[in-house]
Nanobody
């Protein structure tokens, strides 16, 4: 069973930056894509960004374009989310996920096979 572990969350001020990391716990694996989702209190889980196995093809939700950058290190099976110019509305629990095989819609949580437990990001004004 693939397990993922996130790190790098925390409490910051508006305009600050954070870098989230997500790595497998235990055995390594190959994935078609790895993504980040977030969930704020009282809201549904929201797609943030995803990156395909080639490390080049990326997709972002509109609200983070130009501020967040997703990247991956295939040798380490690790995915990163660099978050710049953070806003209070970015406050949420951020979870990483892995799609182990091809899936057509990487914006949907059900397209992913493995998840991490999440890491809290809090942005205060």
């Amino acid at each position: 069973q693939v397990k993922l572990v996130e790190s790098g969350g925390g409490s910051v001020q508006t305009g600050d930056s954070l870098r989230l990391s997500c790595a497998p716990s235990g055995r390594t694996f190959s994935s078609y894509a790895m993504g980040w989702f977030r969930q704020a209190p009282g809201k549904e889980r929201e797609f943030v960004a995803t990156i395909r196995w080639n490390g080049v093809t990326t997709y972002y939700t509109d609200s983070v374009k130009g501020r967040f950058t997703i990247s991956r290190d295939n040798a380490k099976n690790t995915v990163y989310l660099q978050m710049n110019s953070l806003k209070p509305e970015d406050t949420a629990v951020y979870s990483c996920a892995a799609a182990l095989a091809f899936t057509p819609n990487l914006g949907l949580p059900e397209s992913y096979d493995a998840w991490g437990q999440g890491t809290q990001v809090t942005v205060s004004s």
